[in-house]
């Protein structure tokens, strides 16, 4: 076959495409050669180290076909899109020129200020500065890694959109979200996951255990910046070994080991049951070490496994809890004290003891109450046991009430599904 100079190649595809107000030109090519297809359109058939041209846009590949016509261009081999700062490679394409898109697939490959994403198929609009990524989708950017089956880069904005088996990683604190829709921003380390969103952080406990974070939500959003703090809302459920919530909104702040929990939030931890309008949690090494429960605060706890209907009680304005090992160490009521413990004689029950007073403050040994100190206004009151046999509720106290729907990791992570995750 003939060889043609690189200016042969030029003049011919300039006049085929003068009419365009952007001509597609062909900068390099080893070898060329033409024909006309039987629908009566001419292509140019271009081998080797082939390069085109059109505006800001260069196209490299190892051999191409020009169907002049529809101004399409098929590539084949080591196919390379760049446009300013964005490059994109594939094993083959096509670029469109009246439209300035690419469409490519095959070890897919686009890069874009600190953002690498990876797929199967993609499609890169040019002009409008967007790609469309398809099948075994992954994003790396400066904090996260994200796989989807679908998404959509924005480069503008640094915005990625995530559509299907959605999962951001954040390497640094080991935490996965998982959902079906996810929005991400890399420029201000912002995601928000509205379809499905669950969280996974798997990490090890001071004694060297397996600690595992779930919650569940219907909208999860994560800043990664310098305020590390993570948003679920609505209908969220917490599983953390024996730390377990359910609430309308919670704020973690990663970098403070603190847990801020809103409206009409539940805390389990171990045998107790707290309840009030805001509850914080305080965390040292992944071990609850304090709690504090604001406005209609309420602690409830098993007095002892053999007396199923029997729970110590605490109500107050605020109630501080201080923990060590795991075990609750000491209990503040402040305002509106008001403490039911039951007695235990030899292990037989033996009554129950009502005190109030402005400040209850409770020490416990191995999580039972051990001593109780009670200042200002202070009221108390013992029920025999033959009293308290007859109806043991009865002397509940106000605004008792026994949550059922504690949560746990399958609650949020069902067992088939959690396996398909981590795969």
């Not at 898109?101 to 199967?120: H, N, R």
């Amino acid at each position: 076959m003939k060889k043609f100079s690189p200016l042969f190649f030029l003049l011919c595809f300039t006049a085929a495409l003068h009419a365009q107000q952007e001509p597609v030109i062909l900068e390099n090519a080893n070898i060329f050669s033409g024909k006309r297809l039987e629908n009566g359109e001419d292509i140019r058939q271009l081998d080797g180290n082939v390069k085109f041209r059109q505006g800001n846009v260069r196209v490299w590949c190892d051999k191409a076909v020009q169907f002049l016509r529809s101004n399409e261009i098929e590539l084949m081999g080591n196919v390379k899109v760049v446009r300013d700062t964005v490059t994109l490679t594939a094993r083959k394409g096509r670029y469109f020129g009246n439209e300035k898109i690419a469409a490519c697939e095959g070890a897919v490959k686009l890069q874009s200020k600190g953002v690498t994403i990876y797929s199967e198929f993609a499609t890169y609009f040019t002009e409008q500065k967007r790609a469309e990524f398809q099948k075994n989708v992954r994003v790396v950017d400066s904090t996260s890694v994200i796989y989807s089956d679908r998404l959509t880069y924005h480069e503008k904005e640094r915005k990625s959109i995530a559509v299907s088996n959605v999962r951001i990683i954040n390497p640094s604190d080991n935490i996965t979200m998982f959902g079906e829709y996810l929005e991400h921003f890399d420029s201000t380390r912002y995601s928000k996951m509205t379809q499905n969103p669950r969280l996974m952080q798997i990490d090890t406990s001071a004694n060297g255990e397996i600690d595992t974070l779930a919650v569940k939500s219907i909208v999860m959003e994560s800043f990664d910046d310098s305020s590390k703090k993570l948003l679920a809302t609505d209908s969220v459920m917490i599983a953390r070994g024996n730390l377990s919530a359910r609430c309308g909104f919670v704020r973690f702040l990663r970098a403070a080991d603190r847990i801020e929990l809103y409206t009409s939030p539940v805390v389990w931890y171990n045998e107790n049951q707290v309840t009030g309008d805001t509850i914080l949690l305080y965390l040292e090494k992944n071990r609850l070490k304090k709690a504090f429960i604001k406005t209609r605060a309420f602690v409830l706890s098993q007095s002892d496994s053999n007396s199923a209907d029997r729970y110590n009680q605490l109500s107050g304005r605020m109630i501080e809890l201080t923990f060590k090992n795991n075990k609750l160490q000491e209990t503040k009521v402040e305002r509106n004290a008001t403490s039911l413990y039951f007695l235990y004689d030899d292990n037989e029950p033996n009554g129950a003891n009502k005190i109030s007073g402005d400040y209850i403050t409770m020490t416990f040994d191995a999580g039972k109450p051990n001593t109780i100190y009670v200042r200002s206004g202070i009221e108390g009151q013992y029920y025999p046991e033959n009293v308290v046999l007859q109806d043991v509720k009865k002397y509940n106290l106000d605004g008792f009430f026994l949550q059922e729907n504690r949560p746990t990791f399958y609650t949020v992570f069902p067992k088939k599904e959690n396996a398909r995750s981590n795969k």
